[in-house]
């Protein structure tokens, strides 16, 4: 039983503070007048603890076939999406972001992005955005103090070397066409950016000049890889892309994708996922992109899909 004490200016005012606070099964106990008003004491019964509920040993299960809805949706690869409901099962999570969230750490690699003072070289199919994403780069180690050094090895393609000089005007910053032959790895201080041809990652002629390249320059590689690829194409080309040393990834046009099994099946792949690109405006940056945000996402784009 719970006893209150309930005080106002007159009778009626302290009865309607009782029913609003107590509810309709309080039960007037006293009532007292003095100069200042009135006082109620009030008796409700006291719903306690519900103590075998609390103490039991047991959790309930996730919301598993939310989250395998979800999955679907994206056009996850199914091998993939029992892989991730077998780690929210053994994790329990009953928000079905935070179960998501923490099965994708647990089952994909996942990074930060960081740019030591050595070389980091910009790779990725045609097309994927590389040079955007170096302009980004180059953006977030400007405002950190960090001035980069950039770097053009992609000589096939016409005016490249323009294209990347204009990303990098608002920087103050003029990239320089790549000539290996009079590159000095370690030349220079604080980092070096190198923005590289785009390679069709099923050429192993075109991935194995683009390895040699990257160890003559004693260079790191970042994979670009553009979101709203197939399942399976993204995991061939991450793949790929893998076997020459590519150990971290973007995801470049987050913005313009709504099924993102492929970003999933990518990762599973092997280089880990560190950022994500938005959009053409360079001074957005690049998005960290960690588990729980693309649990958030995977589980929002799914239900907008669906109309939910």
């Known amino acids: 039983m719970l006893l209150r004490v309930f005080h106002a200016p007159s009778a009626s005012e302290a009865i309607a503070r009782v029913a609003a606070e107590l509810g309709e099964q309080a039960v007037i106990i ?8 009135v006082s109620v004491t009030a008796a409700a019964p006291d719903p306690g603890l519900d103590l075998d509920k609390l103490l039991r040993t047991d959790l309930p299960e996730p919301d598993t076939a939310r989250i395998q809805d979800g999955l679907r949706w994206h056009e996850t690869a199914p091998d ?23 099965a994708l750490q647990a089952v994909l690699p996942f990074g930060e992005l960081t ?6 070289m910009v790779v990725g199919p045609n097309g994927a955005g590389k040079s955007v994403t170096v302009a980004k780069l180059a953006t977030a180690l400007v405002l950190a103090d960090r001035r ?3 770097l053009s ?24 066409g790549l000539d290996p032959r009079a590159f000095v790895a370690g030349e220079g201080e604080g980092p070096l950016l190198v923005d590289s041809q785009g390679v069709n990652p099923f050429q ?5 000049r683009l390895a040699e390249l990257a160890s003559a320059m004693r260079a790191e590689l970042l994979l670009v890889l ?20 590519c ?40 998005k960290p992109l960690t588990a729980i945000g693309l649990a958030r996402l995977l589980m929002s784009k799914a239900e907008l899909g669906d109309g939910r």
């Open 30 to 37: 006293a009532t007292r007048e003095d100069r200042t008003g």
């Open 80 to 102: 993939l999406v029992q892989r991730l409901l077998a780690a929210v099962r053994a994790e329990r999570w009953q928000d079905p972001v935070q179960a998501l969230g923490q």
């Open 115 to 120: 740019a030591s003072n050595g070389v980091l």
């Open 148 to 150: 980069p050094r950039v």
């Open 153 to 176: 090895a992609d000589g096939a393609k016409a005016g490249s070397l323009a294209q990347l000089a204009d990303l990098l005007r608002p920087l103050q910053i003029q990239p320089s």
């Open 204 to 208: 192993s002629q075109e991935m194995m």
């Open 226 to 245: 553009p979101a709203g690829l197939s399942a399976g194409e993204a995991r061939d080309v991450a793949g790929n892309f893998a076997a020459i040393g």
């Open 247 to 286: 150990r971290r990834m973007v995801i470049s046009r987050l913005d313009n994708a709504r099924r993102l099994g492929g970003v999933l099946a990518a990762a599973e792949a092997g280089p880990a996922l560190v950022a994500a690109g938005i959009g053409p405006v360079i001074g957005s940056g690049l």
